[in-house]
């Protein structure tokens, strides 16, 4: 298993003092793994995020990233290393044009005008959207418009790129661009966390699924054996994957035998019928 790039210890939070919102979540991220999180609104998901990240201060626990214990001195580090992309586009972009958006990051570190100009350009060409850098951003599409917030975490060249339900808004060809930036981005090594309701895409995308529910975490495996626990899914108000209902009911109609490995996406399906020679 890989290294340990970020620990969350019993991490309490309530924004009014009085309901707690995570009621002591305690989760290792591992380096260059696929996250899933899942769990209906309210859970405590983006607020977890937000506390990982350095924008919310847990009431108590502990933060570490790479063995390093976050204290005052450390939440500039933690933020340059763990990237949010908002689920609304509109509420992270700030700048009037793309190159100013995309710049803000590396500007607030302290680089020269060179290297700013260099990650601009290199992020901008990694979403293949360099035509787009003197257009204002609140004009583009809904898709351009995610793909910039991307460039604006990949221009800070974080550790830890969160998404925060990025397919929520988008149409399916921006959901197979979007899923083309993860594979992308996981080849290079990057550690990607995504809350989504999207239990399909969760289920053929993570290594790893963890489930929040009312503040606490109830589940935290590989995806077959979260997706398949009944009592997990019941808690979480959450719905099988239908990959892996169709492989069930085949298995109990002896169509496949149990000891298969279940499909995760079609292509894995398809197999399960090849002949093994």
């Known amino acids: 298993m890989n290294k340990v790039i970020l620990r969350a210890e019993n991490l309490h939070y309530s924004y009014t003092g009085e309901h707690e919102v995570l009621k002591g979540v305690s989760l290792d991220v591992y380096e260059g793994e696929r996250l899933a999180i899942l769990g209906a609104n309210g859970s405590g998901k983006s607020t977890f995020f937000l506390n990982i990240n350095g924008v919310l201060k847990p009431e108590s626990g502990a933060l570490y990233y790479r063995d390093k214990l976050i204290n005052k001195s450390l939440v500039k580090e933690l933020r340059k290393n763990v990237g949010?992309?908002?689920?609304?586009?509109?509420?992270?972009i700030i700048a009037s044009t793309v190159r100013a958006e995309v710049s803000f990051g590396p500007m607030n570190l302290g680089l020269s005008r060179n290297e700013v100009e260099?990650?601009?350009?290199?992020?901008?060409?990694?979403?293949?959207?360099?035509?787009?850098?003197?257009?204002?951003?609140?004009?583009?599409?809904?898709?351009?418009?995610?793909?910039?917030?991307?460039?604006?975490?990949?221009?800070?060249?974080?550790?830890?790129?969160?998404?925060?339900?990025?397919?929520?808004?988008?149409?399916?060809?921006?959901?197979s661009i979007f899923e083309g930036v993860l594979d992308k981005l996981s080849g290079d090594g990057k550690t990607l966390v995504i809350s989504t309701h999207d239990l399909e895409f969760?289920?053929?995308?993570?290594?790893?699924?963890?489930?929040?529910?009312?503040?606490?975490?109830?589940a935290d495996s590989d995806p077959v054996r979260v997706l398949s626990d009944e009592a997990v899914l019941r808690k979480a108000n959450l719905k099988k994957p239908i990959l892996l209902e169709v492989f069930e009911s085949l298995v109990e109609n002896k169509v496949l035998k149990s000891g298969d490995k279940p499909a995760r996406n079609i292509d894995e399906f398809k197999k399960l019928f090849i002949p093994q020679v």
């Not at 949010?84 to 992270?92: E, G, K, L, P, Y």
């Not at 969760?202 to 109830?218: H, L, M, Q, S, T």
Request: glycine share 4%.
């Open 84 to 92: 949010i992309v908002f689920q609304d586009a509109d509420n992270q």
């Open 202 to 218: 969760a289920f053929r995308w993570a290594d790893r699924i963890v489930v929040f529910c009312d503040g606490n975490i109830i």
């Open 118 to 175: 260099k990650r601009v350009n290199n992020s901008l060409n990694y979403m293949d959207i360099l035509h787009l850098i003197d257009r204002p951003p609140h004009y583009l599409s809904g898709g351009e418009k995610k793909r910039v917030s991307i460039a604006d975490i990949i221009a800070m060249d974080s550790e830890i790129i969160i998404f925060d339900e990025p397919t929520a808004s988008l149409d399916p060809q921006n959901i």
